[in-house]
T-cell receptor
């Protein structure tokens, strides 16, 4: 089946630094990638939708200058958390539509110290 | 806006059946999904159902849809300890490239 590879799985960074999260579709072309954020004991909240070759669409309340999304190819979408702060610590998951619905990456646990 | 609601917690004994319930508000929901999330992992699609279906069965999993009441349930037969996870109900108006709305997730605890 369709696989989305997400890296890194865990990252700890210092406050003020930037972190890049990658999602690759391994055996299919992902023209669209959804980026979610999940706080502890809460559901997934859609942050933004990226489309290959065009600007991402951000959900209300999500700072586009802080969460930079790039979808330069049909198999790679990246999310960069810029100038990270402790409140950005969360679980980030990407998802791409496939034949049956949506395939999710394994998630990235970001901890900002 | 769209809303998906689930109970937070369910505890069952190994070998019993588990039933996880979900209600949604969007009458235009066409695709309804059940995802499983194990600790620290991403989401795994368990099953899905189209809004024109009442039931779908896949091995130990049975999905029931009451479109009139906007109620979706997931039944896991012969629940095993490996089924312990968080189960998310989700809906999408048309699948594919549309926004998916997730419930808060139901934590299933299976007692040996």
């Amino acid at each position: 089946g369709a696989v989305v590879s997400q890296h890194p799985s865990r990252v700890i960074c210092k406050s003020g630094t930037s972190v890049k999260i990658e999602c690759r579709s391994l055996d299919f072309q992902a023209t669209t990638m959804f980026w979610y954020r999940q706080f502890p004991k809460q559901s997934l909240m859609l942050m933004a939708t990226s489309n290959e070759g065009s600007k991402a669409t951000y959900e209300q309340g999500v700072e586009k200058d802080k969460f930079l999304i790039n979808h330069a190819s049909l198999t790679l979408s990246t999310l960069t958390v810029t100038s990270a702060h402790p409140e950005d610590s969360s679980f980030y998951i990407c998802s791409a539509p496939d034949s049956y619905g949506y395939t999710f990456g394994s998630g990235t646990r970001l901890t900002v110290v | 806006g769209e809303d998906v609601e689930q109970s937070l917690f369910l505890s069952v004994r190994e070998g019993d059946s588990s039933v996880i319930n979900c209600t949604y508000t969007d009458s235009s929901s066409t695709y309804l999904y059940w995802y499983k999330q194990e600790p620290g992992a991403g989401l795994q699609l368990l099953t899905y159902i189209f809004s024109n279906m009442d039931m779908k069965q896949d091995q130990r999993l049975t999905v029931l849809l009451n479109k009139k009441d906007k109620h979706l349930s997931l039944r896991i037969a012969d629940t095993q300890t490996g089924d312990s996870a968080i189960y998310f109900c989700a809906e999408s108006p048309s699948g594919g490239y549309q926004k998916v709305t997730f419930g808060i997730g139901t934590k299933l605890q299976v007692i040996p």
